[in-house]
């Protein structure tokens, strides 16, 4: 079984700090990763890709990948209230076929 | 940009009920999606299909089928709805190029089966 990990959080950081948030993957061969938003009751939005090895910045957002320790990562910066949702790292496997990990919960204090 | 559609945002059914859930996409992705969601158990895939009248099993296939007549439209059916199905059903698209497989969502129907 396919696995995507993520640390359910929650996680609260104040607002203008930093959020990081984390992803691991199980399987190797993997080449797609990616970072959804989800606000409660509402559907996942794409935030971030990532394919290659190192950072890929979108305004406040980093997302970092290291294939070879199996990790990819989220990085906020001056977070701020609304910013506060459930974050879905998602993996595209050897098999083309999609895992998402369950999520973490960031809250950002104002 | 892309805009994935469901037919419902709420729905409430009987036990035993036959349902229908329909998205519908505009950006001409080869690629759609049935998911459900639930806390603590995240996103599982339900059934996808990468072409018209082609259909696959994901994960929690059981309880559901699939129609995919026309590209743009893929329909969900729970042929005989039970209380375990109720959840929020999530419906994505995506292409089929490379390996860019960015998916997006419709806003979702959350189904309660009384």
């Known amino acids: 079984q396919k696995e995507v990990e993520q640390n359910s959080g929650p996680l609260s950081v104040p607002e203008g700090a930093i959020a990081s948030l984390n992803c691991t993957y199980s399987?190797?061969?993997?080449?797609?990763f990616f970072w959804y938003r989800q606000y409660s009751g509402k559907s996942p939005e794409l935030i971030m890709s990532?394919?290659?090895?190192g950072d890929k910045e979108d305004g406040r957002f980093t997302a970092q990948l290291n294939k070879a320790s199996q990790y990819v990562s989220l990085l906020i910066r001056d977070s701020q209230p609304s910013d506060s949702a459930t974050y879905l790292c998602?993996?595209?496997?050897?098999?083309?076929?999609?895992?998402f990990g369950t999520g973490t919960s960031l809250t950002v204090i104002p | 940009d892309v805009k994935v559609t469901q037919s419902s945002r709420y729905l409430v059914k009987r036990t035993g009920e036959k349902v229908f859930l329909e998205c519908v996409q505009d950006?001409?992705?080869?690629?759609m999606f049935w998911y459900r969601q639930d806390p603590g158990l995240g996103l599982r895939l339900i059934y996808f299909?990468?072409?018209?009248?082609?259909?696959e099993k994901g994960d929690i296939p059981e309880g559901y089928s699939v129609s995919r007549e026309k590209k743009e439209r893929f329909s969900l059916i729970l042929e005989s709805a039970s209380t375990n199905q109720t959840s929020m059903y999530l419906c994505?698209?995506?292409?089929?190029?490379?390996?860019?497989?960015?998916?997006?969502f419709g806003p979702g129907t959350r189904l309660t089966v009384t």
């Open positions: 950006m001409d992705h080869e690629n």
């Open positions: 990532i394919y290659s090895n």
């Open positions: 299909s990468y072409d018209v009248k082609m259909k």
């Open positions: 998602a993996v595209l496997d050897t098999g083309n076929q999609f895992y």
């Open positions: 994505a698209s995506s292409l089929l190029a490379g390996y860019s497989y960015e998916q997006y």
């Open positions: 399987d190797r061969g993997s080449q797609s």
